[in-house]
């Protein structure tokens, strides 16, 4: 038979206790209650509970010493209890038998605390409710002895989480979330049992949560830490409060790399705090809670740093509770042009500024080959290079309360200033990546400029599209059909009457040049090009790589490029340290080389005869275009971010490139390598074929017509 000890530290409210003691014994458990409350003159209505047995606990330290009198007069109210309690021998009887150990109110947790840890008392509850579940759970269980768990120390609990949040200090809270505490199963249940619990002023609610979910944290219990704080806003009626708790929450799980379980709630009640302040005007603290709404649903551990995100799965369901949002569906409607672009001179060349802010990987052949051009004038702008600049071009806090307030700003004053006499100048403005100087340059008119922007891959995955206005863009200038699906699916304003044009070109690559004779033993040598994100997923190469040299240790991987930086997220710092222990022994037995960074990637490529893209996700995968030039056979993952859909991997690559798993990798290697002649043909087919493609001769034409059409 089960038996429940309960202990009080306050005279319970009778009428409910004696209804649940009922509950207990139905169940077929035996109740006990000892209490620091004067028991004697409650006599008749402790009869009427039906209690199994009850023991008066010492109501006072009047014969304990005076040092343990002075501890208990600057102690919180359940020290005081443990300190009058803990020498009773009754006490003590029971708790060693009992199976459940039940604090009825916040005085009496400490002791039920103490008593679970000496005892080791799995099952040690704060309150009715969660002691019913228990008895509920060993019944099934079939237990009829005592449940024995490990429970670590504890200092100072609950109801004195009042008291402990106003008047003492914060060391001593510290102590009673402590690791050891929190590591505990039934240590961290109490404590989110404490911060939820009723009657809690919201302010101490709040200290209090944070108290735990730090304890937590140290425990190592970060989703716990999590919760804590969740459950805690749950119970708060202020809506700004609540969603701090709820940001708070989110970022304990960001920053260990851990997808978010309130996510929504917390995304959610950024977007009411912004709406609220958008209906009253107060556009400067709306764009605040907007801006921190994008950034958690856009967080790069959810989209960037793992090898899956929510956007894979379901686009358009991710983004739609952000497009319900009054904040967000004024910041994406459409401003449009107040005249049309004007057409390209015929009696001069054309004026054409090509900017970025700080990445110009993909731009040299672009500048190379419009610097020289007969009928073209460029101006190269990287904005990161002027301090003015850069700081309008990344200022999305500055977009976001523009755009809410529908007319002018300080910004737009700024970004008017500072960027008029390029517009001025330019026939056509070539903007490189889809992110903060696209945003920026769309809160102003264009004039009579042509605004073309070129969205790669990476910027799906951040706020940034839907802080920019399309209305304002006259051409959007895709990679792949992949990417251009997934972008329009999640950006409502592209799918309206004021979208702008959109193209298909391939990124500007001299591939001639990676046309070189590879060696014969290049043939069993696999190559990866580019491994300093996660989104490359180079363990998938090293699952290849095992699964051929099971046939012929030949074989070997050769990684081309820097490392992860695994500063950049938890979830990063994790998947490079799993990445280099299943590297090392590759790397010590020579079956793995490590090239690092190269300015020479076609000398590189000279050794590889296989070329890999192993990547989750990928715009256009430049690395495996260059490699199939050079002559090293291609296989190419069937990214998952884009598998199945309509257009992807499958869709981009000739038939036979593509694989969908590492097996199939494995056997497309082994068969195209089984011979030097089988191996050099597929090279040979893979080159012409990148040559034709995408080689740059091919795809600059494609640019001509796009800046200069028919001209």
């Given at each position: 038979m089960t038996r429940v000890l309960f202990i009080a530290s306050a005279k319970p409210q009778f009428g409910v206790f004696a209804d649940s003691v009922r509950k207990f014994r139905a169940q077929g458990a035996q109740t006990f209650l000892a209490g620091t409350f004067h028991m004697e003159s409650n006599a008749e209505a402790l009869a009427a509970t039906e209690l199994d047995g009850t023991h008066q606990l010492p109501r006072s330290l009047t014969f304990r010493s005076a040092a343990v009198r002075r501890k208990a007069s600057r102690s919180p109210l359940g020290m005081r209890v443990w300190l009058q309690s803990k020498g009773d021998g009754w006490l003590r009887q029971e708790a060693r038998r009992a199976d459940i150990l039940v604090a009825l109110d916040p005085g009496a947790v400490y002791t039920v605390w103490r008593l679970a840890q000496h005892y080791r008392i799995e099952e040690a509850h704060f309150g009715i409710a969660p002691a019913l579940k228990a008895v509920g759970r060993l019944k099934g269980k079939g237990a009829t002895g005592v449940q024995?768990?490990?429970?670590?120390?504890?200092?100072?609990?609950?109801?004195?989480?009042?008291?402990?949040v106003d008047g003492l200090p914060a060391a001593v809270m510290r102590r009673a979330t402590a690791r050891p505490v929190m590591r505990s199963a039934v240590g961290a249940r109490m404590w989110r049992t404490a911060v939820t619990a009723p009657g809690v002023p919201a302010k101490v609610r709040i200290a209090t949560s944070r108290y735990v979910a730090e304890g937590m944290q140290w425990a190592g219990r970060t989703s716990g830490a999590a919760l804590a704080l969740a459950a805690a806003a749950a119970k708060i009626p202020d809506q700004e409060l609540k969603a701090q708790l709820l940001d708070e929450a989110v970022m304990k799980e960001l920053g260990r790399g851990i997808n978010p379980r309130d996510l929504g709630k917390a995304v959610s009640a950024q977007l009411t705090q912004a709406d609220a302040r958008f209906a009253v005007g107060d556009h400067a603290k709306a764009a605040a809670a907007l801006d921190r709404a994008l950034f958690l649903a856009f967080h790069r551990v959810l989209h960037i740093d793992q090898l899956s995100s929510p956007l894979a799965k379901n686009a358009e369901g991710f983004v739609a509770p952000l497009y319900r949002s009054a904040a967000v569906q004024a910041l994406s409607r459409p401003q449009g042009r107040k005249s049309a672009a004007a057409a390209a001179p015929t009696d001069r060349p054309l004026r054409l500024l090509v900017t970025t802010s700080a990445n110009a990987n993909f731009l040299s052949n672009i500048l190379d080959r419009y610097r020289d051009h007969p009928d073209v004038e460029l101006r190269f702008l990287d904005l990161a290079t002027q301090k003015a600049l850069k700081r309008i071009a990344w200022a999305g806090r500055l977009v976001l309360q523009d755009r809410l307030s529908g007319g002018t700003s300080d910004y737009q004053e700024e970004v008017e200033r500072l960027m008029r006499p390029y517009l001025d100048w330019a026939d056509t403005v070539f903007v490189d990546w889809a992110v903060g100087p696209a945003a920026m340059l769309t809160t102003i008119d264009p004039g009579t400029a042509r605004i073309v922007v070129r969205?790669?891959?990476?910027?799906?995955?951040?706020?940034?599209?839907?802080?920019?206005?399309?209305?304002?863009?006259?051409?959007?200038?895709?990679?792949?059909?992949h990417v251009r699906d997934l972008v329009e699916s999640l950006v409502p304003q592209l799918r309206g009457d004021q979208a702008p044009r959109t193209h298909l070109l391939d990124n500007a690559m001299d591939l001639s040049g990676f046309v070189r004779p590879k060696p014969a033993d290049a043939r069993f040598n696999l190559g990866l090009v580019g491994i300093?994100?996660?989104?490359?997923?180079?363990?998938?190469?090293?699952d290849v790589l095992n699964r051929v040299r099971q046939h012929d240790e030949r074989y070997r991987l050769l990684l081309v490029g820097g490392d992860?930086?695994?500063?950049?997220?938890?979830?990063?710092?994790?998947?490079?340290?799993?990445?280099?222990?299943e590297l090392k022994p590759l790397v010590e037995s020579g079956a793995v080389l490590k090239l690092g960074p190269t300015d020479d990637v076609p000398s590189a490529l000279t050794d590889i005869g296989v070329i890999l893209s192993s990547s989750v996700r990928e715009g256009c995968h430049v690395g495996l275009m260059e490699g199939a030039a050079s002559g090293a056979v291609p296989v190419s993952r069937d990214w998952p971010f884009y598998a199945g859909k309509p257009?992807?991997?499958?869709?981009?690559?000739?038939?036979?490139?593509?694989v969908g798993s590492a097996e199939e990798a494995a056997q497309r290697i082994l068969k195209a390598t089984a011979t030097e002649?089988?191996?050099?043909?597929a090279g040979k087919l893979a080159s012409e074929h990148a040559l034709s493609a995408w080689d740059w001769p091919v795809v600059a034409k494609q640019f001509d017509e796009l800046f200069l059409g028919e001209r």
């Amino acid at each position: 038979m089960t038996r429940v000890l309960f202990i009080a530290s306050a005279k319970p409210q009778f009428g409910v206790f004696a209804d649940s003691v009922r509950k207990f014994r139905a169940q077929g458990a035996q109740t006990f209650l000892a209490g620091t409350f004067h028991m004697e003159s409650n006599a008749e209505a402790l009869a009427a509970t039906e209690l199994d047995g009850t023991h008066q606990l010492p109501r006072s330290l009047t014969f304990r010493s005076a040092a343990v009198r002075r501890k208990a007069s600057r102690s919180p109210l359940g020290m005081r209890v443990w300190l009058q309690s803990k020498g009773d021998g009754w006490l003590r009887q029971e708790a060693r038998r009992a199976d459940i150990l039940v604090a009825l109110d916040p005085g009496a947790v400490y002791t039920v605390w103490r008593l679970a840890q000496h005892y080791r008392i799995e099952e040690a509850h704060f309150g009715i409710a969660p002691a019913l579940k228990a008895v509920g759970r060993l019944k099934g269980k079939g237990a009829t002895g005592v449940q024995r768990g490990v429970l670590p120390p504890l200092d100072v609990v609950k109801r004195d989480v009042k008291r402990s949040v106003d008047g003492l200090p914060a060391a001593v809270m510290r102590r009673a979330t402590a690791r050891p505490v929190m590591r505990s199963a039934v240590g961290a249940r109490m404590w989110r049992t404490a911060v939820t619990a009723p009657g809690v002023p919201a302010k101490v609610r709040i200290a209090t949560s944070r108290y735990v979910a730090e304890g937590m944290q140290w425990a190592g219990r970060t989703s716990g830490a999590a919760l804590a704080l969740a459950a805690a806003a749950a119970k708060i009626p202020d809506q700004e409060l609540k969603a701090q708790l709820l940001d708070e929450a989110v970022m304990k799980e960001l920053g260990r790399g851990i997808n978010p379980r309130d996510l929504g709630k917390a995304v959610s009640a950024q977007l009411t705090q912004a709406d609220a302040r958008f209906a009253v005007g107060d556009h400067a603290k709306a764009a605040a809670a907007l801006d921190r709404a994008l950034f958690l649903a856009f967080h790069r551990v959810l989209h960037i740093d793992q090898l899956s995100s929510p956007l894979a799965k379901n686009a358009e369901g991710f983004v739609a509770p952000l497009y319900r949002s009054a904040a967000v569906q004024a910041l994406s409607r459409p401003q449009g042009r107040k005249s049309a672009a004007a057409a390209a001179p015929t009696d001069r060349p054309l004026r054409l500024l090509v900017t970025t802010s700080a990445n110009a990987n993909f731009l040299s052949n672009i500048l190379d080959r419009y610097r020289d051009h007969p009928d073209v004038e460029l101006r190269f702008l990287d904005l990161a290079t002027q301090k003015a600049l850069k700081r309008i071009a990344w200022a999305g806090r500055l977009v976001l309360q523009d755009r809410l307030s529908g007319g002018t700003s300080d910004y737009q004053e700024e970004v008017e200033r500072l960027m008029r006499p390029y517009l001025d100048w330019a026939d056509t403005v070539f903007v490189d990546w889809a992110v903060g100087p696209a945003a920026m340059l769309t809160t102003i008119d264009p004039g009579t400029a042509r605004i073309v922007v070129r969205l790669h891959s990476y910027e799906a995955f951040t706020r940034w599209p839907h802080m920019t206005d399309f209305s304002r863009i006259d051409d959007l200038v895709y990679v792949a059909p992949h990417v251009r699906d997934l972008v329009e699916s999640l950006v409502p304003q592209l799918r309206g009457d004021q979208a702008p044009r959109t193209h298909l070109l391939d990124n500007a690559m001299d591939l001639s040049g990676f046309v070189r004779p590879k060696p014969a033993d290049a043939r069993f040598n696999l190559g990866l090009v580019g491994i300093s994100q996660v989104a490359k997923d180079p363990m998938w190469a090293v699952d290849v790589l095992n699964r051929v040299r099971q046939h012929d240790e030949r074989y070997r991987l050769l990684l081309v490029g820097g490392d992860m930086n695994a500063k950049t997220s938890r979830a990063t710092h994790d998947y490079l340290r799993q990445f280099r222990r299943e590297l090392k022994p590759l790397v010590e037995s020579g079956a793995v080389l490590k090239l690092g960074p190269t300015d020479d990637v076609p000398s590189a490529l000279t050794d590889i005869g296989v070329i890999l893209s192993s990547s989750v996700r990928e715009g256009c995968h430049v690395g495996l275009m260059e490699g199939a030039a050079s002559g090293a056979v291609p296989v190419s993952r069937d990214w998952p971010f884009y598998a199945g859909k309509p257009n992807s991997a499958r869709t981009l690559y000739p038939e036979g490139w593509v694989v969908g798993s590492a097996e199939e990798a494995a056997q497309r290697i082994l068969k195209a390598t089984a011979t030097e002649e089988s191996w050099r043909e597929a090279g040979k087919l893979a080159s012409e074929h990148a040559l034709s493609a995408w080689d740059w001769p091919v795809v600059a034409k494609q640019f001509d017509e796009l800046f200069l059409g028919e001209r």
